[in-house]
């Protein structure tokens, strides 16, 4: 991401340019949504927790060390929130995923897949949006996630047969 | 799908994904070609594969609207280059006057009182420090989590806060071949007691004490609470306080790394303290693995400035037979003088070897840092060396910094004559400037 943000952005917003930091939001945004999107699983959530994470990197820009790193910077403040919101959840998760469970099939393929998506484990998950949406690059995913090349491709291979089967799953429940 | 079809679903899922060979790729869709089950898997897939682009798409479609949203918060906020937490956002979050329904009105709330109550964490932490100054005497525990016995330590500081008096125990798991050891430090003076060897080592040279010493040092509480205000300070960690409403619980301080540290495991700490004292009862140490906070460490802090018996500081309880080796009431090993390493780990060998041919055990002992005589004479006694035939070149150990020098003994042992090939160790004695001991080799102990 930072090929396409100068380090002289990150400088501005560090000098209080509200002005760059649209810039960098603008940049960033779609990245630490997959990756909330990965860890959380639904797209409200995901959605707030970017909010959050973006306005706490206003907050603290000020504080970053290495312009350079701001987008692993960023990505480690989501990842926070995503935890925490997840800890907080942890019982009101389990009644959702009940729910899920015992209600009947929405219509709309979106409905399906989403419900799919978010019964996914996190570790697949995870690697699965990054993957959507950063144009289906393993490799890219790899680094972000620090695995292997290999080890990225097994996970996303995993990842889609698991929501195969998730989906087919509700499909025989019909 | 026969048995061949079902080493094809991984291909065929890569295949779909896109991240399969040109090579590979062909293979599968000639196998395609012939395969219904296979065929109709894979369409399945591909199918599947168009919907999560469109969700993706759909998506993107409505990025622009998100991220207007927090371009208008960012508008709304009050941004300062000097706040370094939004600790307030949770405080506030908490209060049910605060409970809103939208983010931009929580933003501005925030953006008010930001000032104001981002003193909280810090205030609490600069309470915790000073209390932890005022402790002159504590007891800890420390849990790994893989392991159900803790280490234990009881301490006495000095009244500039610097560590006084000691005792640690180390259980077993820790170093399994020695099993279980007691370290006391007192009057500058630390004894090792190592059970399984029976083994009590005696020195006065802080830098063998160092290391318990700094193990202590780090579980002192108000290292870790002085750490983590500066860590605050610097913007490296955000703090989350939580103070129940049951006046008899504790207040949870959880701190938590904004930075990807590679080389720093532990991500978070989670203080708990007690509200009448602001002294630090239990402080967990986590990692962060695959999005999910693991937890490594807990330290448990007891009986804060209760008065420690001075029996605790001592070894009292000593077998009669344990091997005492002090290098406190004596010389121990040989001089180096002007003698580089090298020479000076041949001299010492060379001594050592010769203490035994003449049977000076005690000679023999001191120069192995100091163990007895007739433990010596145990180990040995039942040899009889003859000559030396050579003693090799050292070799430096990187990372214990001892010289390993080989050997060759003619010696007779059970009525036979035979070469004796060996390594010896041996390094600067600690304690004892300018002087080399014997650690190792031969017959250990």
Known sequence: MNDRIDNSVISACQNGDKAAYAIVVKACYKGVFALCLGILGNTHDAEDTVQEAMLKGLLRISKLRKPYRFEPWIHQIARNLCIDRLRRQQRRKAAIEKEARQSTPKAGDHDDLEQAIRKLPQELRLPLMMFYFDGKNAKTIAEKLNISHSGACRKIRTARQRLHELLTERTRDE | ?445
């Not at chain 2, 010289?403 to 004892?432: L, N």
């Open chain 2, 1 to 445: 799908m026969n048995s061949d079809c079902d080493n094809m679903k991984d291909h065929i899922a890569d295949l779909v994904t896109g991240i399969l060979s040109q090579a590979q790729a062909r293979d599968v869709e000639q196998h395609l070609k012939d395969c219904p089950a296979c065929r109709q898997y894979a369409q399945a897939l591909r199918s599947e594969d168009a919907m999560l682009t469109g969700f993706v798409s759909g998506m993107d479609a409505d990025m622009p609207t998100r991220q207007e949203r927090i371009l208008q918060a960012i508008d709304n906020s009050n941004q300062s280059g000097k706040t370094t937490s939004l600790s307030a956002w949770r405080i506030i979050m908490k209060s049910p006057i605060t409970k809103l329904s939208t983010a931009a009105a929580i933003i501005v709330v925030v953006a008010l009182s930001l000032t104001v109550v981002n003193q909280t964490a810090t205030d609490l932490l600069a309470e915790t420090l000073k209390a932890s100054h005022s402790v002159r005497s504590l007891h800890i525990k420390n849990f790994l989590a893989s392991q159900a016995e803790p280490i234990e330590s009881w301490v006495e500081f000095h009244p500039n806060g610097t560590l006084k008096n000691m005792r640690f125990h180390k259980p077993a798991w820790v170093t399994p071949s020695d099993g279980e050891s007691v370290i006391v430090w007192k009057d500058n003076i630390m004894q090792l007691w190592i059970k399984k060897k029976n083994l009590l080592s005696i020195v006065s040279d802080k830098e063998i004490a160092q290391q318990a010493l700094t193990a202590i040092e780090q579980l002192d509480p108000k290292v870790s609470v002085e750490s983590l205000e500066q860590e605050l300070q610097q913007g490296n960690v955000e703090v989350d306080i939580d103070e129940p409403s049951n006046k008899a619980e504790p207040i949870i301080v959880t701190a938590t790394s904004t930075e990807q540290l590679d080389e720093s495991p532990l991500h978070r700490m989670v203080l708990s303290i007690d509200r009448a004292t602001k002294l630090v009862n239990v402080m967990k140490l986590y990692s962060l693995k695959d999005g999910e906070y693991h937890l490594e460490v807990t330290v448990e802090y007891y009986e804060y400035n209760e008065p420690v018996d001075e029996q605790m500081f001592t070894l009292t309880d000593l077998p009669d037979d344990v091997i005492r080796m002090d290098q406190t009431a004596q010389e121990i090993g040989v001089p180096q003088g002007d003698l580089t390493n090298e020479e000076t780990a041949i001299e010492v060998t060379r001594q050592f070897l010769e203490a035994l041919i003449a049977k000076d055990y005690a000679e023999a002992g001191r120069i192995f840092g100091a163990v007895p005589a007739e433990r010596i004479q145990k180990t040995y006694g039942s040899i009889r060396f003859i000559r030396i035939i050579e003693i090799g070149q050292p070799k430096k150990k990187l990372l214990t910094g001892e010289y390993r020098t080989p050997c060759k003994v003619e010696i007779e042992r059970d009525g036979q004559t035979i070469i004796w090939e060996k390594d010896s160790y041996a390094r600067p004695a600690h304690g004892q400037p300018n002087r080399w001991e014997l650690t190792g080799g031969f017959i250990g102990f």
